[in-house]
């Protein structure tokens, strides 16, 4: 009762004597800066909704326009609106008014219309040209076609200065629904190499039954969905995909990044949060009040920035048949977890950011915090098991007061902090310690990290950083942008004194007035303990099965492709392709991500590395009969090929997305499909992913080597198969962290990595 009386803003009692006002004067300012803040943000908002929305039209054209119809009728007497202006003026204005007053209303109006037009005829434009993809054809080193070059003009001379985040999201084309004969022709050649003659002609026999029967019906609802849809694929792929998985997030969805392996700024784990922290609340700001800029391919070609709306204040919340995605427009604390407890610190005092000095100094009060934990030290692995299962868990034990009001503060955090007690490092010498780092980022312990929340910042006791992330509200690339921009704002911009403390500690550690951490407590009974403690020895079981290794190559790196006039990750997938083949003794189908971002909303497609001409490649490699001149052709045509596939994914002429589209449209339409059911049910035994690197631009890798980092993996999607992300760092770095099951008989990690060492010596033998 004490806590609930301390909170009231004001009060008052009815006595004798009149009526009594007490007030606190103190919180009622906090209310005051919190709501002008929040006010500050909603006109923030409205002003970059406002000037998003007529991009690439800006106001100074507005003023252009108005000046040149003044000038026009001044100097010349000449109606430029021809007639328009002065029936606007009959109706407009006061009759008191001068005919000069209603004329200047009149022309106002008919300025900012023609700005309006101007504006939407811009914007259409820009979507047609962003429809080309031609572009993307264009070979390097080699003279650029006509129509590239008249496109890149249009393009340039349409696009305004200085866009925003996201200003182009309106000029951003949709993605075009493939036909069913070129999706069917496309996948038939992509299962060829895989299956015997008896079962192709089977697979070509049910195609061609699902194209002349029930495919022209599902193709229609795709068409209907993408002309009324902003992307006919994403909202389902978010939702069948992602939220009614329910499977544990732990290994099988979540994904993690390392920090720059040999850069080490601070020993100091709380400086070093404090930094981070600060970091990631400004890349925050940017977004709010869209100081950043997108993602630019080529130079002039936007990637949909939509995923970027979800980053912050976002958590996964678990449901019995789906899980939903809940976001907060704003947060003003972090969720920090610490030994099995969790704390609520504050993000703003006075109505601005804390320092990183300041956050330093919350960090170091956790640390030194000796409170006992009381019942909630393993809380976390309820995240990390089966979704339903914590669903339950979620209506029973947190539905209603404190346990409530708790778990509310960790889901609505701008986002999580964990204060590790180990130390994470790397060391040539001892690779083990590399994959301890990585492992402990993807899971834990199992119960010391919250999965559901969008992002786990994690920092080890010597101050070595890495992130968990959640995969339902985005991919890879948008977690990527975000932790290169907070390691070079850590770096380059906070930095740290000569004792590794954040740069202001000195000046702004006993600033007064700053509300200490609040530990978030809860109230475990029995029951609620039985199941963390069925949910610690799930995810524990989950952790030890899965077997994660890094490597680190050095041999060579892209630089190397690049003079064989190869695409360094072509290059990389036929060399995973022959390392795979070696160690399974045959192939099988793989996935590879390809963003779809060049349209709006857009996600991710399948490429399918394997195909007719990767395993004649992969077959040449393992004859010796065969003289190197044949093998670097045989590579050759497999690297393009691949390319190609890429390109169409890229372009939106992927497989797999439609025939997802096309499966669930049946399934709601309750029309059965053997085809369809056959397609969907395949197992994706290998599953690669190369790791987006240096997004913004900010390090040169040659010159800067200490910044490299090892870029992050991800857990295998089938029980038999591997897990394999890879990245490229300058021009003679590669890093492969392959993960597998140890349950499994069949697969070994380690055996894997070296495998693929080994084919990429091999493959550099065939050039010499």
């Known amino acids: 009762m004490a806590e609930a009386h301390s909170a009231v803003a004001f009060s008052f009692s009815i006595t004798h004597r009149g009526v009594n006002l007490n007030y606190n004067r103190e919180l009622l300012e906090i209310v005051w800066r919190s709501g002008l803040r929040s006010w500050k943000k909603r006109i923030l908002r409205f002003n970059n909704n406002v000037r998003n929305g007529f991009y690439p039209q800006t106001a100074s054209s507005l003023w252009v326009i108005l000046a040149l119809l003044t000038g026009i009728q001044t100097a010349s007497h000449v109606d430029p609106s021809f007639g328009a202006i002065p029936v606007i003026a009959h109706f407009v204005g006061v009759p008191s008014r001068s005919g000069t007053f209603r004329r200047s209303v009149a022309t106002l109006i008919y300025g900012g219309c023609v700005w309006i037009v101007c504006s939407g005829l811009r914007k259409y434009a820009l979507k047609i040209l962003f429809q080309y993809k031609g572009w993307m054809d264009e070979k390097r080193g080699e003279r650029v076609s006509l129509i590239t070059q008249l496109w890149s003009a249009g393009v340039k001379l349409l696009s305004g200065s200085s866009p925003r985040l996201f200003s182009y999201q309106g000029c951003l084309p949709k993605l075009p629904v493939p036909r069913v004969e070129h999706t069917m022709e496309r996948y038939l050649a992509s299962v060829e190499p895989l299956v015997s003659q008896q079962e192709y002609d089977r697979l070509e026999k049910l195609a061609e039954e699902f194209k ?19 992307n006919y694929v994403s909202d389902w792929w978010e939702e069948f995909v992602y939220l009614k998985g329910r499977g544990p997030l732990m290994t099988y969805s979540n994904f993690y990044c390392l920090d720059p392996l040999l850069a080490s700024v601070t020993t100091n784990q709380a400086a070093r949060a404090g930094n981070l922290t600060h970091a990631a609340l400004i890349f925050r700001r940017a977004i709010d009040v869209q100081l950043l800029q997108p993602i630019m391919l080529a130079g002039i070609v936007p990637l949909c920035s939509h995923q970027y709306e979800r980053m912050f204040n976002t958590t996964r919340v678990p449901g019995f048949e789906t899980d939903k995605l809940e976001h907060l427009v704003d947060s003003e604390h972090i969720c920090v977890m610490h030994r099995g407890r969790f704390f609520k610190v504050l993000t703003h005092h006075h109505a601005r950011l804390l320092t990183p000095g300041e956050l330093q100094v919350q960090f170091e009060r956790i640390l030194q915090d000796t409170g006992e934990t009381e019942g909630e030290q393993c809380l976390g692995a309820l995240t990390a098991g089966d979704r339903r299962t914590w ?15 708790s778990l509310d503060l960790i889901e609505t955090a701008a986002f999580i902090v964990v204060l590790d007690d180990e130390s994470y490092g790397f060391d040539p010498n001892d690779p083990s310690k590399l994959n301890t780092y990585a492992k402990s980022l993807l899971h834990g312990k199992g119960y010391d990290r919250w999965f559901d929340k969008s992002f786990n910042i994690i920092i080890g006791a010597n101050g070595k950083a890495g992130f968990n992330a959640e995969h339902s509200w985005a991919d890879a690339p948008v977690m990527g942008h975000l932790w290169e921009t907070v390691s070079h704002h850590d770096r380059c911009v906070l930095r740290y004194d000569e004792n590794g403390n954040a740069f202001d500690y000195l000046q702004t550690a006993k600033t007064p007035g700053i509300p200490p951490p609040y530990r978030i407590r809860f109230n475990i009974s ?25 490597t680190r190559f050095q ?52 490429v399918r590395p394997v195909n007719r001409w990767s395993c004649e490649f992969v077959r040449s490699m393992e004859d010796p009969d065969l003289c190197n001149d044949e093998k670097r052709e045989k590579l050759r045509t497999a690297c393009d090929e691949h390319v190609k596939a890429i390109q169409r994914a890229m372009k939106g002429e ?21 085809f369809l059911r056959e397609v969907l049910a395949e197992p994706w035994r290998l599953s690669t992913s190369q790791t987006s690197c240096n997004q913004s631009g900010y390090w040169d890798f040659d010159l800067q080597p200490e910044f490299i980092s090892a870029g992050g993996g991800f857990g ?5 198969g591997y897990g394999v992300s890879y990245m490229l760092v300058g021009g003679s770095d590669f890093f492969f962290h392959v993960s597998s099951r140890r349950c499994s008989p069949y697969t070994n990690s380690l055996r894997m990595a070296e495998r693929i060492r080994k084919a990429l010596l091999d493959i550099q033998d065939v050039f010499n």
């Open 212 to 230: 002349n029967t029930i495919a022209p019906k599902l193709q229609r609802y795709l068409y209907l969905k993408s002309w009324w849809a902003s």
């Open 391 to 405: 669903a339950e868990v979620r209506a029973n034990c947190f539905r209603l007061g404190l346990n409530r009001l």
């Open 526 to 550: 029995s029951a609620c303990s039985n199941q963390i403690k069925l949910s610690v020895t799930k995810a524990t079981s989950l952790l030890e099965d899965l077997d994660l290794h890094l």
């Open 555 to 606: 041999v060579y790196g892209k630089a190397f492709i690049k003079r064989q006039n190869l695409s360094p990750d072509a290059y990389l997938q036929m060399a995973i392709q022959l390392a795979y083949f070696r160690d399974m003794g045959k192939f099988s189908l793989t996935y590879e991500a390809a963003m779809t971002r060049l349209f709006r909303e857009g996600r991710t497609e399948t």
């Open 654 to 674: 992927g497989i797999d997305r439609h025939l997802f589209c096309l499966y669930l449209t049946s399934k709601y339409l309750e029309l059965e499909s053997p």
């Open 716 to 720: 295998p999607v089938a029980t038999d």
